[in-house]
DNA sequence: TATAGTATAGAAAACGTTTGCTATGGGAAT
DNA sequence: ATTCCCATAGCAAACGTTTTCTATACTATA
């Protein structure tokens, strides 16, 4: 349509437009402190406005500049949860004059490392990182980044470089005692595989709260995972409660509470129960985890173990632009605080 | 910590690793059909591998190579809407071999624009806009961009490039006629402020409706728009579904129906009409418009439009794909087709 | 045996910047 | 008038690739 191929303008076409130097040019368009005599600045600033330059961002960064954008990798942009702590992070990269590469890795290991490889070689800035894999191999890997890197909600036992984790072990007693107190006596902890930290330490919370006030032995753990290998995703959805709330439906002594993997899950749950009557909280006490804004806004409303991510972003970008700034720094850690919060979920004590 | 900053290693450390010139390097790592010895090629291979190279493609797109990421621009990420659209679209990219830099205007025309700035800037090999901006100023500098670009779900009117567009006027005249046809007769389209092509056309399709059933002129437009100037947001959320509810509580001779902007003021709608005791669909129908995956979690699950968000990113990403690899096209335009998903938010007739 | 052809390899230029170094001119100090 | 310094400006190298062009050593042909 537009024929030949117009190639950009660069500081040669200023430099001949001007009638100087293209490194006399460079500086003044770098605002470089080097004396430029005002009368050239000027001429130099006209031509580039005129022949519209941007600066070729690829041979800046490869005579040595750093590249201003960072790269975010989460589980699953999909889930809201994330989809806010992205969208958090991403305000802060804009205020730093930072852009973002949001990466999804689908609860899918191979595909996370794949988004890793791509990001260190496209030499982003710096990395937000919030893995499902814990093993060994890849915390191995993580240590050999060359890329400043920050990883933040689930962090790996033996990671070593800068992070700020979520307390799930608190969560997951928070939100068990929360339903103990109001008297409930048979809480199943209803999950998905139980494949990452992140879900293991909520399980563990849940059992210190659970021994801690002496309950029964009770089919406690409640685990459907059987689709998992048909589908790239970690559980963790809708379809998962609904499963889960089937399965529930079927013990034979009935639990008085279910205390879910996180909101999505238990939203599943709720509406499986209300299509066979039983009602929430009447008759079963339901909480959740996350605090996704969702959660507010389903009958009723769903009591929950809320995780900020407003606060997450916050530490996770100030640590990171600090690092990027001086990559000397001793590595640094920040566990942000579990929240109950309050709606109509679980019955009053 | 680890001391010196190491330096990556380039094809000159595999040349002299090898005993071979950056020449022959580069054509066996690159796969060119140069002919090379295979004794050297499995030697250069060995060093690279060993040397743990990856090519810095800083350099590459220097010295010509289009860059493999796609710049996707949406409204807001925190939309489940756009979250899901971005998900596809992206799962594209990579099945493509391309990067995704995924930016969220948070419905602010003039972070869009720097947004695209930014991405051209970085020299994106494609674009993926979906844009709120159709001033005709925005139109005509879209059409000055170097890079082939696409765009998605809202169309402004008078753009000329490729563009995938949906049927936002037919998506209302749907949405408007099933509640008609279910014997509704005041019928109010609730809606944060009508500035963007994809609101109006949605409310011509209601009117469209209205008008063919020969429905009598009754408070139709429900606006509330009362703090937009005090925030990032165009409006759209939940707690404009919330305002909105209560506006339409309000109101002497109460609505039989409403039509709601999109989902997730519906369920703000559909919550602040329960917790004044009017049921839904019984007391008022209520539809909603997207079909994100929420409509289908809540109760009663919320009869809406569906948008097809997989379809359009399947054709976002082909013809941007197809643009890449030969800018000499014509341009292409696809319009996705709205789909009326039943659930039990609206009377049986 | 001379000649051409073929397979293989390397030297060097180029992409668009940034920057260390050198060069020029003029004014101040001697 | 010589010396020195300071303010300006430009030259050219470097960043890590890709690619064109040239060079070498064989092998096959006349």
Redesign the pocket.
Same mark, same amino acid.
Do not use: E
């Given at each position: 349509m537009t024929g030949a191929k117009r190639?950009?303008?660069?500081?040669?076409?200023?430099?001949r437009e001007a009638?100087? @130097?293209?490194?006399? &040019? +460079?500086?003044v $368009?770098?605002d @470089?402190a080097?004396? &430029? +005599?005002?009368? $050239?600045?000027r001429k130099i600033r006209k031509a580039a406005e005129k022949l519209d330059?941007?600066?070729?961002i690829?041979?800046?960064i490869?005579?040595?500049?750093i590249n201003k954008t960072i790269g975010i990798v989460v589980p699953s942009i999909t889930n809201p949860f994330y989809a806010q702590l992205v969208s958090d992070l991403e305000r802060r990269c804009i205020a730093a004059g930072f852009a973002s590469i949001i990466c999804s890795s689908y609860d899918n290991p191979r595909l996370e490392l794949n988004h890793l490889e791509i990001l260190l070689r496209q030499q982003v800035g710096g990395i937000a990182l919030c893995t499902i894999n814990d093993s060994s191999a890849f915390i191995a890997r993580l240590r050999t980044i060359p890329t400043p890197c920050v990883v933040f909600d689930q962090v790996p036992d033996g990671y070593q470089g800068d992070s700020v984790s979520f307390d799930f072990r608190k969560g997951g007693y928070m939100a068990a005692r929360r339903l103990i107190e109001s008297g409930c006596k048979r809480i199943v902890f209803a999950t998905p595989a139980i494949d990452r930290a992140s879900r293991r330490l909520r399980y563990l919370g849940y059992r210190d709260a659970i021994g801690e006030y002496g309950l029964s032995p009770f089919p406690e753990l409640m685990i459907d995972a059987a689709d998992k290998a048909g589908r790239e995703s970690g559980g963790g959805e809708y379809r998962d409660g609904l499963a889960l709330g089937r399965k529930i439906l079927a013990v034979r002594r009935r639990p008085d509470a279910v205390m879910a993997l996180n909101d999505i899950i238990a939203v599943g749950i709720m509406n499986t129960l209300a299509e066979r009557g039983v009602r929430v909280p009447d008759d079963v006490s339901v909480i959740g985890f996350d605090d996704i804004n969702f959660a507010a806004m389903v009958t009723p409303g769903l009591t929950t173990i809320r995780q900020d991510t407003d606060r997450t972003a916050d530490l996770a970008a100030g640590m990171l632009f600090a690092r990027i700034a001086n990559p000397a720094l001793p590595a640094v850690h920040f566990a942000v605080e579990p929240q109950l919060v309050e709606r109509a979920s679980v019955r009053v004590a």
């Open positions: 190639k950009r303008t660069t500081i040669h076409d200023i430099a009638g100087a @130097s293209t490194a006399t &040019v +460079s500086r $368009l770098s @470089s080097y004396p &430029v +005599s005002d009368l $050239l600045r330059y941007r600066p070729n690829f041979s800046q490869l005579k040595g500049g």
